[in-house]
């Protein structure tokens, strides 16, 4: 087998360097690189000390490969540097969350308030007998109580859980089981695309056979619909809170306590429980945080899109931005809900100044059109950034000039469920920016590009993506498996973390991410990455969004297959043939005749996981007419019948 993946189309083009003014009153500055290179540890130390600490750790890093301990000896209470720290340093009255729900209903909620919440509710969940260790799994949709939920485990030190409101009873059930659950946190419903989608009803499902350990459920008040009740099982929140103390003391606990349990989205198979700790996990949430989005805490306004149920809403909307007292939106609904210029209407009525999302968002703005964006006022927007898939260069030029007024910076940040936090990413203030490429190792982190055997490729070759050293955010097993822990991710190459992701570097050593190793396509010996010839078909003015796999074949052992959502104004203007030979010709021009994809479907949709991400092994499996495999983390299942008759 080849041992790289080629590189065909170039992308190198232009930079963007920041502003005079941008780095003047940047948060940091080119010599964080210089303090990180020269002594690694001491440079994590220093960031942990920003947090307030009940007991100092003299001891940074125990590297037992695979298995790290950081801060090891020190004690601190994630909840506290969340909330306490900073009402104590006189910032009670910030606020924390600007809430507002999909309805249009809206929260103020102070960085006091949300102490005062935390701290009651860890009563009630002690008083349920939930203690440190224990496990909680919340099932909440974007309220305050979801994060007041997730606080108020890490401040008694229960492991929390949190399962996407969108999943299903048996995904939920698995997800209960397979942590061993005692308590569950949920809402009776929430408002989605202009319904109430009812939530208490999937826990009820969830919990109707026997076989588990939950014996509380402590429900949030929100959609007002029809809920069955179990006596003795079943609590209102808002019932519990009124009887609670707000007294409350945030008890020591050790860094490696575990914080929280995290199912991966599952794009690539069945999900897998990692598990994260507290005092390396919030060093680097924080840092990075504050580092990458440039925040200026008592100024800046700060929106993060995701879901608190996936990895971004634990690191950027929870711990990240509440470790450093940032003033952040939560919203409870969908994007285009009650029409398409939600979110820039949330831009202009809160004055966000950093706004966080995903590639796939971001197509689907541009495919609804400009004018939805441009007709609210954006000027606040300075810091812009991005997400969970290979940006395509497209896409990021769109959004710098549609979105960021054409002059925000775009942070494209790699990371994953498994590490925590960022990994790779620009600094707004130093890093002259390249449409495309996440480009830089953080400062403290090193990565490496390395071929089947583990040798470093040469710059502009292809090869797979290695975490050369532990970093404080690292996963520290998967849940009740660790030797799972080890096949996945250091069997490969020792005491290097293999994340499973296809990047090169370009001749200025910045990093592009290829997509999934498992995704690389192999067409006459030549390995293809997804990510490139995607962002040629969508660099072509009818593409609205396309997806890339490799389907086997007899002549060059695999062929690239691609699925193309045409933009509307295309859809109708030209017959299927014709885009399907304007599209094959395009990308044989683009990037070379061994990329042409053999077929060119156009389809009206994508499958994709929950969090937005295509899920190319489904596509795969279509391409080959083969039976597909687990489908339960797919978001809208009349996808693949749509794709599967438009196939024959
Ligand atoms: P599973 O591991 O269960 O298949 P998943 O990998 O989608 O699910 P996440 O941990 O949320 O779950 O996603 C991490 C992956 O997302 C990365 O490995 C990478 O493939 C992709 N990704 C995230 N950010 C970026 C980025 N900025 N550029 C390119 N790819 C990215
Ligand atoms: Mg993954």
């Known amino acids: 087998m080849a041992e790289h993946i080629d590189h065909l189309l170039t992308g190198e083009g232009r930079t963007f360097p920041p502003s005079e003014a ?79 729900g999909e309805p249009g209903d809206r929260r103020t909620i102070t960085y006091a308030e949300l102490t ?25 949709p974007m309220l305050p109580e979801a994060v007041a939920a997730m606080l108020a485990c890490a401040r008694i030190g229960a492991i929390h859980s949190v399962v996407f409101g969108g999943f299903s009873a048996s995904n939920l059930r698995m997800r209960i089981d397979d942590a061993r659950a005692t308590f569950v946190i949920t809402a009776d419903g929430t408002w989605r695309k202009g319904k109430v989608l009812p939530l208490k009803p999937v826990v009820d499902e969830a919990l109707a056979a026997d076989g588990h350990d939950v014996s509380g459920v402590l429900v949030v008040r929100r959609g007002e619909n ?42 690539t198979g069945k999900p897998k429980g990692i598990l994260h700790t507290s005092g390396g996990y919030l060093t680097q949430a924080a840092f990075t945080h504050r580092a990458v989005f440039d925040l200026h805490p008592e100024t800046d306004v700060y929106w993060c899109t995701a879901d608190v149920g996936w990895i971004t809403g634990h690191s950027y909307v929870v711990y990240g931005p509440l470790a450093n007292g940032a003033t952040q939106v939560l919203y409870e609904g969908t994007m285009d809900t009650p029409g398409p210029g939600r979110p820039w209407e949330l831009i202009e009525r809160y004055g966000v100044t950093i706004f966080y999302t995903a590639p796939t968002a971001i197509r689907t703005f541009m495919k609804l059109g400009r004018q939805h964006v441009q007709s609210s006022d954006l000027s606040s927007l300075r810091v812009l950034g991005t997400v969970g898939e290979p940006i395509n260069p497209e896409a990021w030029l769109w959004y710098r000039e549609v979105v960021g007024s054409g002059i925000a910076p775009i942070v494209d940040t790699w990371w994953q469920t498994e590490t925590g936090a960022m990994m790779i990413a620009p600094l707004p203030g130093v890093t002259a920016l390249k449409p495309g490429s996440a480009q830089v190792p953080l400062p403290g982190i090193a990565i490496d590009v390395v071929d089947d055997a583990g040798t470093v490729v040469a710059d502009g070759e292809g090869g797979l993506l290695v975490v050369t050293e532990p970093w404080p955010s690292m996963l520290r097993t998967i849940w009740g498996d660790d030797d799972r822990y080890r096949e996945t991710y250091w069997e490969r190459f020792g005491d290097r973390y293999f994340a499973g992701d296809g990047a090169r570097r370009d001749a200025d050593g910045d990093i592009w991410l290829l997509g999934r190793v498992d995704d690389v396509m192999n067409v006459s010996g030549h390995r293809l990455s997804t990510a490139e010839i995607e962002s040629s078909l969508v660099g072509h003015e009818s593409t609205a969004e396309a997806a890339v796999v490799g389907a086997s074949d007899e002549t060059t052992g695999q062929a690239v297959v691609a699925f193309v959502i045409l933009k509307s104004r295309f859809a109708d203007a030209q017959s299927l043939e014709e885009s399907e030979r304007t599209l094959r010709a395009h990308v044989a021009s683009d990037i070379g005749p061994i990329a042409r994809p053999r077929q060119v479907f156009i389809v009206p949709d994508l499958p994709k996981t929950r969090s937005g991400k295509i899920m190319r092994r489904l596509l795969r499996d279509l391409a080959e007419g083969r039976d597909l495999g687990d489908t339960t983390t797919l978001a809208d299942q009349g996808v693949v019948e749509a794709i599967r008759s438009q196939l024959r």
């Open 22 to 100: 941008f780095r003047a009153d940047a948060v940091v500055d080119e010599r964080i690189y210089d303090e990180a290179r020269a002594d690694r540890l001491g440079f994590w130390a220093d960031r942990a000390r920003e947090l307030h600490w009940h007991r100092d750790f003299t001891e940074v890093l125990d590297w037992q490969p695979p298995h790290a301990r950081w801060f090891g000896d020190g004690q601190l209470n994630v909840a506290y540097n969340c909330l306490d720290r900073h009402v104590e340093a006189g910032n009670g009255d910030r606020v924390a969350l600007h809430w507002e």
């Open 226 to 267: 029809e809920i069955e009740w179990v006596e003795g099982r079943d609590r209102w929140y808002h019932e519990a809170m009124a009887d609670a103390s707000a007294e409350h003391e945030a008890p020591a606990l050790d860094a490696e306590h575990p914080l929280f349990i995290l199912y991966t989205s599952g794009s």
């Open 116 to 140: 005062d919440e935390v701290r009651r509710l860890a009563n009630v969940l002690e008083s349920h007998g939930v203690g440190a260790g224990d496990r909680v799994a919340i099932y909440l």
